[in-house]
């Protein structure tokens, strides 16, 4: 398989997730595994263009952050023998920072990804919206 026809079918899976996402957070989960997945691949295929590729600062800034978010939470869970299940939230914060990177290594990004990412945001919220609006209008 062409990388592009895996790059439109990931896509595809992310945007289609991304509209159920205010119906249900399972499919919000996907979605974010799906775009971690994403963004590794991308990062593995492009990781040798790195120094070629003009990253943005904040995005550095970002998974620096979650990184030192991510550890004081662990030695402070270690610290005081919290129980280690809770602490998924700042692994999946720094796991997306470093998804955001390697899909920002693919540069420039496809225009009609960037597309499906805003009608399928878009189309969420619109369906989010009617759905508060149907459920609050039947009690």
């Known amino acids: 398989m062409q990388p592009s026809i895996i790059f439109s079918s990931a896509t595809f899976l992310i945007t289609s997730s991304l509209v159920l996402?205010?119906?249900s957070s399972k499919a919000l989960?996907?979605?974010?595994?799906?775009?971690?997945?994403?963004?590794?691949?991308?990062?593995?295929?492009?990781c040798r263009r790195i120094?070629?590729?003009a990253i943005p600062r904040w995005v550095l800034v970002w998974v620096f952050?979650?990184?030192?978010?991510?550890?004081?939470?662990?030695?402070?869970?270690?610290?005081w023998s919290d129980p280690w299940g809770e602490r998924h939230g700042e692994l999946r914060?720094?796991?997306?920072?470093?998804?955001?990177?390697?899909?920002?290594?693919?540069?420039?990004?496809?225009?009609?990804?960037l597309?499906?990412?805003?009608?399928a945001l878009s189309l969420s919220s619109l369906i989010g919206l009617f759905w508060g609006y149907a459920r609050k209008s039947h009690r």
């Open 21 to 23: 996402a205010s119906l």
């Open 29 to 46: 989960g996907v979605a974010w595994v799906l775009l971690v997945i994403l963004g590794f691949a991308v990062w593995i295929k492009n």
């Open 51 to 53: 120094n070629e590729v």
């Open 65 to 79: 952050c979650t990184l030192i978010a991510m550890t004081i939470k662990l030695i402070l869970t270690a610290y």
């Open 93 to 113: 914060m720094f796991l997306g920072a470093l998804a955001a990177y390697g899909l920002l290594c693919l540069q420039p990004l496809p225009r009609k990804a």
């Open 115 to 119: 597309l499906q990412f805003a009608y």
